[in-house]
């Protein structure tokens, strides 16, 4: 079950509402509903947010100019950041196209950018393991460090038995969960800046919008593939909260984190059950390698199936930089149609927001 301040904004269509009427009336409402669900968490203290990964303590000094300067670690954290700041920050993000988050050491330009930053946003969840100890530097030193799946409720989150009493990171892959963390953004800026604070949850409330009609449309594609063929199988396990939430079983060659080797034993269990159930189609990652993709595709092809390479999708990394499939939406557009059709279910080659490349 997801925490409850995503229905506080959801409840709320902005388009129907006389602008007026909701400002003076409807927005201090909406405004208690947020701060009050974000404050909900016992273990929590004023000015203090106790996260699973480090410690992030908020600031009490508004910015003094603007743009002020966020740092953000992937792309899937920076996009949203970027979308609920708006104009009153400049969000830079340290992992660029095809960087897998789980790998990720920074550099020495990295961490100068994190210390002049004057907020830093990240996943959490261990996703960026190897960053823990500089976001508990970071916060140890007053600067305002945010995991943005923090109130994320632990019941909702995936514990795969593999991945040794962790959390599945790959909350992204849910678009409705992934909107949770767009409310706690907003919380996050408006205690940062608080002249602001109107300005962040009108440009979320706006976003969720958007994210709503993505995850109406994953349901909807995902459920014209042929049962028979609604099996997606990928070079690493980032795709279990898509498979929950979409409805779509998913097989995958290595663990959660690619830090984890697959062994051949798993390599030959899943080119059997490949052969055994006719799969079609299996998809590479843009940023995990393709060596075990390939040799599931030629034991397959050893024992007489031929199963082709349904497209490349988003993992870890978001697509190009400036190019639709370099955004959030754009990137989870792209996995659900690319899934659905290789799978032989019905989408529009150019994705919900006809902004796809072929």
């Known amino acids: 079950m997801l925490l409850v301040q995503a229905k506080t904004i959801d409840s709320i269509d902005v388009t129907r509402i006389d602008v007026e009427v909701y400002v003076r009336h409807i927005w201090p409402i909406v405004l208690l509903g947020l701060f009050f669900s974000f404050g909900c968490n016992p273990a929590s203290e004023p000015g203090v947010i106790v996260a699973g990964d480090s410690t992030g303590v908020t600031s009490d000094s508004p910015p003094v100019t603007y743009p002020y300067g966020i740092v953000a670690t992937c792309g899937m954290v920076k996009d949203i950041v970027r979308e609920v700041a708006g104009d009153k920050a400049e969000v ?3 992992m660029g196209e095809g960087v897998d988050p789980h790998l990720y050491k920074p550099t020495r330009n990295d961490v100068k950018q994190l210390m002049g930053a004057d907020v830093v946003f990240y996943s959490g969840l261990s996703l960026e393991g190897r960053m823990a100890d500089n976001f508990t530097s970071l916060a140890r030193n007053g600067k305002p460090v945010y995991p943005i799946t923090e109130e994320i409720d632990p019941d909702f989150l995936r514990e795969p038995p593999e991945f040794l009493g962790h959390f599945d990171p790959h909350v992204w892959m849910d678009v409705s ?30 976003y969720r919008e958007e994210l709503s009609k993505l995850d109406a449309y994953a ?39 690619t830090e984890s080797q697959a062994a051949v034993r798993d390599i030959n269990n899943l080119v059997e059950f490949i052969v055994e159930k006719k799969i079609p189609s299996i998809f590479v990652e843009s940023s995990v390698s393709e060596k ?66 072929p």
């Open 177 to 206: 969960a992934w909107s949770e963390c767009v409310a706690f953004i907003a919380k996050a800026l408006g205690e940062y800046d608080t002249a602001n604070a109107d300005f962040y949850i009108t440009n979320a409330v706006a």
């Open 292 to 357: 075990n993709v390939r040799s599931i595709i030629e034991g397959a092809g050893q024992q007489g199936w031929e199963v082709k390479i349904g497209g490349e999708l988003f993992s870890d990394a978001m697509g190009s930089p400036d190019s639709y499939e370099g955004t959030y939406i754009g990137m989870m557009d792209h996995n659900v149609t690319v899934i659905t059709r290789a799978l032989g279910g019905e989408a529009p080659e150019s994705g919900l927001n006809g902004k796809l490349h």
């Open 219 to 257: 349901k909807q594609s995902i459920a014209t593939i042929p049962e028979n063929r609604r099996v997606l199988i990928t070079a690493h396990d980032a795709f279990g909260y898509f498979a929950r939430a979409y409805k779509i079983e998913v097989r995958s060659v290595q663990g959660l984190s």
């Open 92 to 94: 830079k993000g340290l």
